[in-house]
Every structure is written in C-alpha cells, then in structure tokens.
C-alpha cells in the first residue's frame, strides 16, 4: 500500500476508489458521474506523485459503487482508470475502466442534424475504435470521436 | 416467400448482396408489365417532411400502378407536423393507417427511428446527407440494365464525391461486385476517406483524378454529380476547377461501346446538351427505372413477391 497517497487522500471505509485519472480529466470524470450531486463524501485529490503516470488523479466516492453504464462513462475520457470496490477498508474487487462495444442513452451525437439532437430519443452508438474513441450514431450513422465527444445532460 | 417480406429499407446496408439481386431480379419483371394490381388491398404513406417533387411522385407512380391507395403529405405545411406533433407521434399515428410508409425528411437518422417506432415497414426516401437507398437501388437496376452485369466493371464517379452520398452508396454497394473505382474530382472534393476504406477493406482498387478526360477511355459507368459552388469557400477556386468536371459530347470519342452516363438528376451544366443525343446518355432512362425498382421494393415488403 503506498503510504504517501492515503495521507493525502484518506481511507475510506465503504465505496469505491477511480484510481489512475490522468490530471486532466479529472474533474470531468467526477461531472459525467454526478458527483457534484452526491449527497455524501467525495473526495479528490489531483496531481498526485505516482509510478504509472508522472502525476494522476484519484477519486474515492464513500458508499456507492458504480453500475456498468457509470463504469462506461467512465472509460470513455479516462479508459486507463481503474476501479477500486472498498469494504471494511479492504479491496475486494478491481476493475479496469473498458470500453463497452456499445453504448446507450448518456453520449450526444455530434451531428447537429441528427434526428436524436431534435426529439426526445435516448441515443445509441456502436463502438467502432476504441484505441481512438470512435463512435458510430446508430440513427445518422455519423461519428462521434474523442474530440466531438459531449455527454447527455 | 422472399427475405424481404416486412423489412424496412432504410440504409443500403441493411439488405445482403442477394436481396439486391432479387429487388432488381423483380424490377425486371415490373419494366416488362408495369400495370399490375397486386397491392389494390394496401395502403401506402408517403411521408415528405420537405418536399422532393421526383422522388415523391416515382414513389406514387409505382404505387399507382399496383393498385395501391395513397396517403400521406408532400410537404409538412398545414399538417399535424408544423403544430409541433413530435415524429413519433405522427409515425404511430399513420402506422395505424398505412400498411408501408415511405418517408422522406431532413434530419438524419429520421428513417431509422421511424423503423423503431413504426408497427408497418418503412422504406426511407432520403434522410437529408444521410442515406438514399431506392436511388442506389436504381443506380445499380441502370448499371446491370446496360452492362449486362454487375460484377468486374470499371465505374467512374465524377464531381462533388465528397457531399454527394449518391456516389457514397453507389461506391460501397459496387464493393460487393468486385467493381474498379475510377475517381474524378477537385481537390476539395474528394472521396471521403471511410468510403474509401470500404473499397480497401473490399479489397478492390480505386484511382484519383483530377480531369474527366482521364477516365473517358476506361470506364463502363461514368456517373456524374453536381459540383456546387457554395462547396467552395474561395469562389476563384471554383472558376479554376469547374470545367474539369464537365462533359461534353466532343470528348466521348474514345470511350468504350459500351460505356453509359448516369446522372442522379437534377442536372445543371455538368453534362452538356449536347451528349444527350448520343448513344452513351441513359440519365433520363436511369430515372425512369426507378419506378420499377420501386414498384419492386414495395412488392417484395408487402410480401406479394
Ligand atoms: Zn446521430
């Protein structure tokens, strides 16, 4: 266990640990999750020294784990996280952050003439890269990349 | 019974390389007895949420002629649609009524949330840049209709091959007939490169060009599209390329006998007056054929083919 972090982020007791945020996503890992919301502790902390990147950003969110839909928003801006389930202080589950073949519901077409920008219509795409994040709209058949990506209020 | 019965046609990859055969197999048989009354029980919406005066009427020609009654709008002004009635609303509405309905509409993607939300099959008439497919089907009728065949023609697509998803749909539906793709553009129109990679995965060759005069003596197909000025953010640029995309009855001379000019039409001055005479014109035929593509799309869904 690497002492030096948990001084600056705290254990938590139940929940769980996105650990491994590159520094610049950070914050938005915690807004496409709600946390702003989340009536109980969240605690971030960012530029944190670790082996796998230089710095990095860790999130521990006290009694919630996360569906599968918030695990795949989660690997789409930040697909090296892992996961880390906490109970009784203990690990007891470790998962990365996959990208899902499909998606559904949270992801905005980036094609302002795209039938789902102009009625209520929960969206859909077909993972076509995930090395570069390519997403094809199920309806308009455009792509979503990346760089368009935007998520669903 | 056909595969066909109760699809919906909306992109042209939802029906396999046979399921075109058989649409243009039927087609055939409509071209030689067009007046057939084998829909006289059915229904037919023809939703046009903007207008397309060809297209709308290709489609109720072919219904008219099976016999089918027609329904629907030709544009949204006046109806349900303009009060602000969501695309949902109006498509379980009229699936109620209709047993096929035919759709066009601007936004992308329209067709297939009409498939989703529709209880009848529906045929997409175009989904603004997205999707044309009966044009396609046509495009391919008009191809076998001269060539004799589908398979190992040298096709060359000239114009706007970066906007016009005619050309789109034309290149990756000719990938399944081991087609040679001769690409005649300026450069700022090029082929899109996902379309190009189709041809690639295909594994088929494709050529680029600049000039029409390069592909003349080459090509079976040359299927011309508009060049828009509006596509060019420098209007000298386009006076310095316009021409290279222009045909004219003088530079057929070396092209092959059997060599045929298509045109999705409308046309401007991309293809001169004077070719028209020639043996080589088959525009106007082309959009004659897509009544019986339609009739046959219609038949085949409806399940009396
Ligand atoms: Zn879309």
Same mark, same amino acid.
């Given at each position: 266990? !690497?002492?030096?972090?948990? %001084? &600056?982020? /705290?254990?938590?007791?139940?929940?769980?640990?996105?650990?491994?945020?590159?520094?610049?996503?950070? =914050?938005?890992?915690?807004? *496409? %999750?709600?946390?702003? @919301?989340?009536?109980?502790?969240?605690?971030?902390? #960012?530029?944190?020294?670790?082996?796998?990147? *230089?710095?990095?950003?860790?999130?521990? &969110? @006290?009694?919630?784990?996360?569906?599968?839909?918030?695990?795949? @928003? *989660?690997?789409? &801006?930040?697909?090296?996280?892992?996961?880390?389930?906490?109970?009784? =202080?203990?690990?007891?589950?470790?998962?990365?952050?996959?990208?899902?073949?499909?998606?559904?519901?949270? $992801?905005?077409?980036?094609?302002?003439?795209?039938?789902?920008?102009?009625?209520?219509?929960?969206?859909?795409? !077909?993972?076509? !890269?995930?090395?570069?994040?390519?997403?094809?709209?199920?309806?308009?058949?455009?792509?979503?990349?990346?760089?368009?990506?935007?998520?669903?209020? | 019974?056909?595969?066909?019965?109760?699809?919906?046609?909306?992109?042209?990859?939802?029906?396999?390389? +046979?399921?075109? $055969?058989?649409?243009? +197999?039927?087609?055939?048989?409509?071209?030689?007895? /067009?007046?057939?009354?084998?829909?006289?029980?059915?229904?037919?919406?023809?939703?046009?949420?903007?207008?397309?005066?060809?297209?709308?009427?290709?489609?109720?020609?072919?219904?008219?002629?099976?016999?089918?009654?027609? $329904?629907?709008?030709?544009?949204?002004?006046?109806?349900? &649609?303009?009060?602000?009635?969501?695309?949902?609303?109006?498509?379980?509405?009229?699936?109620? =009524?209709?047993?096929?309905?035919?759709?066009? #509409?601007?936004?992308?993607?329209?067709?297939?949330?009409?498939?989703?939300?529709?209880?009848?099959?529906?045929?997409?008439?175009? +989904?603004?840049?997205?999707?044309?497919?009966?044009?396609?089907?046509?495009?391919?009728?008009? $191809?076998?209709?001269?060539?004799?065949?589908?398979?190992?023609?040298?096709?060359?697509?000239?114009?706007? %091959?970066?906007?016009?998803?005619?050309?789109?749909?034309?290149?990756?539906?000719?990938?399944?007939?081991?087609?040679?793709?001769?690409?005649?553009?300026?450069?700022?129109? @090029?082929?899109?490169?996902?379309?190009?990679?189709?041809?690639?995965?295909?594994?088929?060759?494709?050529?680029?060009?600049?000039?029409?005069?390069?592909?003349?003596?080459?090509?079976?197909? *040359?299927?011309?599209?508009?060049?828009?000025?509006?596509?060019?953010? +420098?209007?000298?640029?386009?006076?310095?390329?316009?021409?290279?995309?222009?045909?004219?009855?003088?530079?057929?001379?070396?092209?092959?006998?059997?060599?045929?000019?298509?045109? /999705?039409?409308?046309?401007?001055?991309?293809?001169?007056?004077?070719?028209?005479?020639?043996?080589?014109?088959?525009?106007?035929?082309?959009?004659?054929?897509?009544?019986?593509?339609?009739?046959?799309?219609?038949?085949?869904?409806?399940?009396?083919?």
């Amino acid at each position: 266990m !690497d002492t030096k972090k948990e %001084l &600056v982020v /705290p254990r938590i007791e139940n929940g769980t640990v996105i650990d491994h945020i590159p520094t610049e996503v950070v =914050y938005q890992v915690a807004h *496409i %999750l709600g946390l702003e @919301k989340y009536e109980d502790e969240v605690l971030i902390g #960012n530029y944190l020294s670790s082996q796998k990147f *230089i710095r990095k950003g860790i999130i521990k &969110v @006290k009694n919630k784990y996360f569906t599968k839909e918030e695990l795949s @928003k *989660i690997s789409l &801006v930040a697909p090296m996280a892992s996961i880390i389930n906490i109970k009784n =202080y203990e690990v007891v589950e470790k998962l990365e952050a996959e990208i899902p073949d499909h998606i559904e519901n949270f $992801i905005k077409c980036m094609n302002p003439m795209c039938i789902t920008n102009h009625e209520k219509i929960a969206t859909k795409f !077909d993972v076509v !890269d995930k090395e570069n994040l390519k997403l094809r709209c199920h309806y308009c058949e455009k792509f979503t990349t990346k760089e368009t990506i935007r998520f669903c209020e | 019974m056909s595969t066909l019965k109760g699809r919906n046609l909306i992109s042209i990859t939802d029906f396999s390389k +046979d399921e075109y $055969i058989e649409v243009l +197999d039927i087609a055939e048989e409509f071209e030689k007895n /067009p007046k057939q009354k084998i829909l006289s029980d059915k229904v037919v919406a023809t939703l046009f949420f903007e207008p397309s005066t060809r297209t709308r009427l290709s489609f109720e020609s072919a219904a008219n002629q099976l016999g089918a009654r027609i $329904i629907g709008f030709s544009d949204p002004g006046g109806t349900s &649609v303009q009060k602000g009635e969501s695309l949902h609303d109006t498509i379980v509405m009229v699936s109620s =009524y209709a047993d096929l309905i035919v759709m066009r #509409n601007p936004k992308e993607g329209s067709s297939r949330y009409a498939s989703e939300v529709s209880t009848v099959p529906v045929i997409n008439a175009g +989904d603004g840049a997205n999707q044309h497919p009966t044009q396609c089907m046509l495009d391919l009728y008009s $191809i076998r209709k001269t060539q004799g065949r589908l398979d190992n023609l040298n096709i060359a697509c000239v114009g706007d %091959l970066k906007y016009g998803r005619t050309v789109h749909s034309l290149v990756q539906a000719m990938c399944n007939f081991n087609a040679t793709f001769h690409l005649v553009s300026p450069q700022e129109l @090029k082929l899109p490169s996902s379309v190009k990679m189709s041809v690639k995965n295909a594994g088929l060759k494709y050529y680029q060009y600049t000039d029409i005069k390069d592909v003349i003596p080459v090509a079976d197909i *040359i299927y011309m599209t508009r060049v828009q000025r509006e596509r060019f953010p +420098d209007p000298l640029e386009y006076e310095r390329v316009k021409d290279s995309c222009i045909l004219t009855a003088s530079m057929l001379k070396g092209c092959k006998d059997n060599m045929r000019v298509l045109h /999705p039409l409308p046309r401007v001055n991309e293809i001169t007056v004077d070719v028209d005479k020639t043996p080589y014109a088959y525009y106007f035929r082309q959009a004659q054929n897509g009544v019986y593509v339609r009739q046959a799309l219609m038949a085949a869904i409806l399940g009396v083919r």
